[in-house]
């Protein structure tokens, strides 16, 4: 039996993984050396940091380990935010602890998957508000999804023209 209409094509991989990044605190390209963050501590190793005690320990008696400062260090020495987050209502001010401590244990929960997500600063903004500020986008859209399962309320969430500033805007009334 003839097979009819079968053509023989070669597939080439088109596809190029797009390597720039419009955050400047990024470095470009990948160092070959073990680097050691003098603020935090955190080590970068094989293309990714770790916050590993031990692991910065072992990188210290390594003679070619180089010390630098880590992009998160550096966003907050530079007060340069990847996301805002803005708690807003009347609940916030009678149930504040609660939405401190949750904020604490997720900022404790991402910084064991990416140590270069951290909180740079929690601030009340005197109208019974509260503004937190956080190293990159992704800590502050965590923050928004954790406490509107954990509060209810409403949420919204909205981002620069780059995507790399986020704004999570959270409001309860008491109730």
């Known amino acids: 039996m003839k097979m009819i209409g079968k053509v023989e094509r070669s597939?080439?991989?088109?596809?190029?993984?797009?390597?720039?990044?419009?955050?400047?605190?990024?470095?470009?390209?990948?160092?070959?050396?073990?680097?050691?963050?003098e603020g935090c501590h955190s080590v970068y190793k094989s293309k990714r940091?770790?916050?590993?005690p031990d692991i910065y320990e072992a990188a210290l008696q390594i003679p070619d380990t180089t010390n630098m400062v880590c992009p998160a260090?550096?966003?907050?020495?530079?007060?340069?935010?990847?996301?805002?987050?803005?708690?807003?209502?009347?609940?916030?001010?009678?149930h504040k602890q609660d939405l401190m401590n949750l904020i604490k244990n997720e900022?404790?929960?991402?910084?064991?998957?990416?140590?270069l997500e951290?909180?740079?600063s929690v601030k009340e903004n005197g109208k019974g508000s509260i503004v937190?500020?956080?190293?990159?986008?992704?800590?502050?859209?965590?923050?928004?999804?954790?406490?509107?399962?954990?509060?209810?309320?409403?949420?919204t969430y909205r981002w620069s023209h780059d995507n790399k500033l986020a704004r999570v805007d959270w409001v309860r009334e008491a109730g």
Not at 49 to 52: E, G, K, L, Q, R
Not at 137 to 148: D, F
Request: charged share 25%.
């Open 132 to 155: 937190i500020s956080t190293t990159n986008e992704k800590l502050a859209q965590r923050l928004g999804r954790a406490i509107k399962k954990a509060f209810h309320g409403e949420v």
């Open 49 to 52: 940091w770790y916050a590993d």
């Open 73 to 94: 260090c550096m966003k907050i020495r530079d007060d340069f935010p990847g996301g805002i987050v803005t708690l807003k209502g009347d609940y916030v001010l009678s």
């Open 107 to 115: 900022e404790a929960r991402a910084h064991g998957f990416n140590p």
């Open 11 to 37: 597939y080439k991989q088109t596809y190029k993984k797009k390597t720039s990044t419009s955050d400047p605190y990024l470095p470009r390209g990948a160092s070959q050396k073990i680097s050691v963050c």
């Open 118 to 120: 951290r909180l740079m």
